[in-house]
């Protein structure tokens, strides 16, 4: 427990919300376009192939 000393020190910290779309930037009607779907091996522990795809947005 923080005496109110430290407190006025340095106060609490807002929790930051995280977005579930960072990509879209709070701009729903963004465009995405996949330039290339591949499949690639995950690290170490794990084995499968996985599907990837690269994309760009507008803007």
């Known amino acids: ?32 376009v996949c330039t290339r779907v591949y499949t690639t091996t995950p690290k170490k522990p794990n084995s499968a192939l996985r599907k990837v795809q690269e994309s760009i947005t507008s803007g």
């Open 1 to 32: 427990m923080p005496s109110i000393q430290q407190l006025v020190r340095l106060p609490r910290q807002k929790a930051v919300k995280k977005t579930k779309s960072p990509a879209l930037k709070a701009c729903p009607q963004r465009r995405g």
